[in-house]
């Protein structure tokens, strides 16, 4: 799997939207990028994936850049509830037989009052 | 929404005892998985279960066996508990064919 680059850390006011950049310069085509969160004490949570193109759901928006060597996972108003590790990961769609999961450090982002 | 429960969110045994750890997921998903995360270590994959009945040794199966009678249940058993397996365990499901995982909230297990 592609390595990813992420920031330690995140600092974000409480409305204001909270945007995560991740590099993975050396993503292979067949490969697409995944977000997932942990919330402190909780299990980790998937949010969104894509391989090229936009996409947007419910809980954030993915952008991908157009070389597809970088991306940004934006939450538009972030919530206190928001307060997390973000992991950035890519891995091919179809998994390989029995493929784990595995977490760089991620992004601890504070969402503050 | 995908749901995965597990028994429980806290749970202190004593070294020895026999411990089950029970995951359970409503979304018919034939894959299952055991992780456990410590600090330092991040995700480490403990069993998986393709199927009801079917089981794989993952990264660190030692000290631990899994049981998958029923496709939405998946547990895992550790024999006879010792200090080295306190930690946070994780159940997670998927889809075959996806790679997106769901995960329980997780059962903080001490051992003393």
């Not at chain 1, 050396?26 to 090229?52: A, C, D, F, M």
């Not at chain 2, 410590?38 to 199966?61: A, H, Q, T």
């Not at chain 2, 998946?74 to 064919?97: D, V």
Request: proline fraction near 4%; glycine fraction near 6%; include cysteine.
């Amino acid at each position: 799997d592609a390595k990813t680059t992420q920031p330690t850390s995140m600092d974000c006011a409480e409305g204001r939207a909270a945007n995560l950049p991740c590099n993975h310069s050396t993503i292979s085509g067949n490969e697409y990028v995944y977000w997932y969160r942990q919330i402190h004490s909780q299990g980790p949570q998937y949010i969104i994936h894509g391989l090229k193109n936009n996409e947007t759901n419910e809980m954030a928006s993915l952008i991908i850049t157009e070389d597809r060597k970088s991306s940004t996972l934006s939450l538009p108003h972030a919530t206190l509830r928001d307060t997390a590790v973000y992991y950035c990961i890519v891995r091919p769609l179809v998994p390989e037989y029995g493929n784990k999961l595995v977490f760089g450090a991620g992004t601890i982002l504070r969402v503050k009052s | 929404d995908v749901k995965v429960t597990q028994s429980s969110r806290y749970l202190v045994k004593r070294t020895g005892e026999k411990v089950f750890l029970e995951c359970v997921q409503d979304m018919d998903h034939e894959n299952m998985f055991w992780y456990r995360q410590d600090p330092g270590l991040g995700l480490r994959l403990i069993y998986f279960s393709y199927d009801v009945k079917m089981k794989e040794k993952g990264d660190i199966p030692e000290g631990y066996s899994v049981s998958r009678e029923k496709k939405e249940r998946f547990s895992l058993i550790l024999e006879s508990a010792s200090t080295n397996q306190t930690s946070m365990y994780l159940c997670a499901s998927r889809e075959p064919g996806r790679n997106e995982q769901y995960f329980g909230p997780g059962t903080r297990l001490t051992v003393t």
